[in-house]
């Protein structure tokens, strides 16, 4: 008997975990690089696209892997997340999205301010 296949898990849910900052009032810094976690409705989907709409930035390990080895790379989904490291390379509004079809997903937008990157913490600017 045919079956029609189950229609894929939306992504719910993309945040930029801060990291380590100086700055309480703004904790993004052009030059430090960001945690990105897309949260999918189902643990075992199979993949997630993170883009940055501002493209003044990088996502590892997405955009090294579109550029070299499979332009149609997706991140894979571990247990309902998918993960990316996020560096924006430009000070302003950044708005990044996690999605899994070309309906779209949620977004977050973020304001990106000048810094000064020391190893693993940012001197962001006020």
């Not at 945040?15 to 052009?30: E, I, Q, R």
């Not at 989904?77 to 990044?96: K, M, N, R």
Request: hydrophobic share 35%; aromatic share 8%.
């Amino acid at each position: 008997m045919w079956s029609t296949p189950s229609a894929a898990a939306d992504v719910t849910d993309v945040t930029v975990l801060p990291g380590l900052s100086n700055n309480p009032n703004n904790s993004y810094g052009a030059g430090c690089t960001y945690l990105v976690v897309a949260t999918t409705a189902t643990p075992t989907e199979r993949s997630v696209s993170i883009v940055d709409y501002n493209r003044d930035s990088t996502l590892f390990p997405q955009e090294l892997i579109w550029d070299t080895i499979d332009p149609y790379y997706n991140s894979p989904v571990i247990l309902g997340h998918a993960f990316s490291l996020w560096t924006p390379t430009a000070p302003g509004e950044h708005t990044l999205m996690a999605y899994q079809t070309s309906a779209g997903g949620p977004v977050e937008t973020v304001t990106v301010t000048p810094d000064t990157p020391i190893g693993p913490v940012c001197i962001v600017a006020p």
